[in-house]
């Protein structure tokens, strides 16, 4: 079966220091991941993707995100955190070699970035 | 793209009532999913259109959940005798199909409070 964990409830850190927010997904043949960003009461917006190529993928608003197919993680990461980057981030998982389109998220993460 | 919009915003409704629940795709998107996000927890998938065909229908979709598309275009969900179990977000994405790889936008939601 297909599973997304996200360890971290919260992650707290300071504007301008680098950013990590965890994520370890697993499916039985090839994932198609992406990370979402959830701000209050609204919907999710797409932050980047990965499935396949390049390791380190490039996103929005200055994110990135490394897969690591060994760990079976994709972290999302960012240099240098902002204020507004405070919100909750979801990681999500579709198993490519499975028939359907669902997407399976994680729990999700806030993160709390202070000035 | 104007994006993925959904009617209403947000919805009281007494237990035992019916509500429906409209989204409108983001134009020329063929593929449209509903999903359940309850508080504390990542989207949960309920069905998935490809057209106006429903494809894929989640054990969550109990005999009280109908999802349709009848054109194609936008999609309602009905819920029927609403019980305070179904108090929820519920959201709305669409996509394109591109071989393997469709990123999913999702709307605003529609904030569901069964009294």
């Known amino acids: 079966a297909q599973s997304v964990a996200q360890p971290e409830d919260q992650v707290n850190v300071a504007e301008g220091n680098p950013l990590t927010v965890k994520c370890t997904y697993s499916v039985s043949g090839n994932p198609y991941l992406f990370w979402y960003v959830q701000y209050p009461n609204r919907g999710l917006q797409f932050l980047l993707k990965?499935?396949?190529?390049?390791?380190l993928v490039k996103g929005s608003y200055g994110f990135e995100a490394e897969f690591n197919k060994s760990q079976t993680s994709f972290h999302l990461k960012k240099p240098s955190a902002l204020v507004s980057d405070s919100a909750l981030y979801f990681c999500?998982?579709?198993?490519?070699?499975?028939?359907?389109?669902?997407?399976?998220f994680g729990k999700g993460t806030t993160l709390s970035v202070s000035s | 793209d104007t994006g993925v919009s959904q009617d209403p915003r947000h919805k009281i409704t007494k237990r035992g009532q019916n509500v429906t629940f409209r989204c409108d795709p983001i134009?020329?998107?063929?593929?449209l999913y509903w999903y359940r996000q309850t508080l504390g927890q990542g989207p949960e998938f309920l069905t998935y259109?490809?057209?106006?065909?429903?494809?894929?229908k989640s054990r969550l979709l109990s005999d009280r959940f109908s999802a349709e598309r009848p054109k194609g275009s936008f999609s309602t969900l009905e819920i029927q005798r609403t019980e305070q179990g179904d108090s929820a977000m519920y959201l709305c994405?669409?996509?394109?199909?591109?071989?393997?790889?469709?990123?999913?936008?999702f709307g605003p939601g529609t904030r569901l409070t069964v009294l």
């Open positions: 134009s020329e998107h063929n593929r």
């Open positions: 994405a669409s996509s394109r199909t591109s071989g393997r790889g469709d990123t999913q936008y």
């Open positions: 990965y499935i396949t190529g390049d390791n």
């Open positions: 999500a998982v579709r198993d490519l070699d499975q028939a359907g389109t669902a997407l399976i």
């Open positions: 259109f490809q057209n106006e065909a429903q494809l894929e």
